[in-house]
């Protein structure tokens, strides 16, 4: 499967704060995504980016697809306790899914 | 609808071992695709079918061994359970029209010891 390199791999994040997680590739995809996993659930499509360059918002994220279609970063702006959980960002090759070891989000009290 | 169900919800097999996972969509979708997910890891893929009769492995499809009867069925079959592969096994479909992403629904996965 693809390579894809996830950072940080866990994050602490106080009630509030802006967050970033990104990802990287040694191979140029076409379409990155980012999933996001609940406890006990299957993962959820967050967002879905399709053009190098792109910025597109969900909401309080946002994610933007690399220049050069190798990287791309998430943002979660004014955390809330429902976003703990596992970020996945995935690649889209030949219909099938690669994913990222995921960042796990967990909020201090 | 009910999306992607998966039964059963946990399992505890010993080594050698059989069972079968089973997943079901009424969707209508025409791709399904198994992943396992080991802890601290993401989704590798299994198997994958692209329609009714047609299969096709995944990056790590050792061990196991898929059929797709039905479009509504792709049921996972593990003939010789090994503790290698305790994992939490989770069930996906999506709609493919052409070339292009179309979003991957998953199911609430199956929770699988092997001791």
């Known amino acids: 499967g693809q390579q894809l390199n996830q950072s940080p791999q866990s994050m602490f994040i106080q009630e509030g704060e802006d967050v970033s997680m990104n990802c990287t590739s040694s191979?140029?995809?076409?379409?990155w995504l980012w999933y996001k996993q609940d406890p006990g659930e299957g993962p959820v499509l967050l967002i879905a980016?399709?053009?190098?360059?792109e910025l597109t918002s969900n909401g309080r994220l946002t994610a933007q697809f690399g220049i050069t279609r190798k990287d791309s970063f998430l943002n979660i702006s004014a955390s809330i306790p429902s976003d703990v959980g596992i970020y996945f960002c995935?690649?889209?090759?030949?219909?099938?899914?690669?994913f990222g070891a995921g960042t796990t989000v967990t909020v201090r009290a | 609808n009910a999306g992607v169900t998966q039964t059963p919800k946990f399992r505890i097999l010993k080594i050698g071992q059989s069972m079968t996972l089973q997943c079901t969509q009424d969707?209508?979708?025409?791709?399904m695709y198994w992943y396992r997910q080991d802890p601290g890891m993401g989704l590798k893929l299994i198997y994958y079918s692209v329609g009714a009769g047609i299969t096709d492995k995944g990056e790590v499809p050792n061990g196991y061994n898929v059929s797709r009867s039905t479009t509504e069925d792709f049921p996972l079959r593990l003939e010789l359970a090994a503790p290698s592969q305790t994992s939490v096994y989770f069930c996906a479909s999506s709609y493919e029209a052409s070339g292009g992403y179309n979003e991957q629904f998953f199911g609430p996965g199956t929770r699988l010891t092997v001791l």
């Open positions: 980016l399709y053009k190098a360059g």
């Open positions: 969707m209508n979708h025409n791709y």
């Open positions: 191979s140029i995809f076409n379409t």
């Open positions: 995935a690649v889209h090759n030949d219909y099938k899914l690669s």
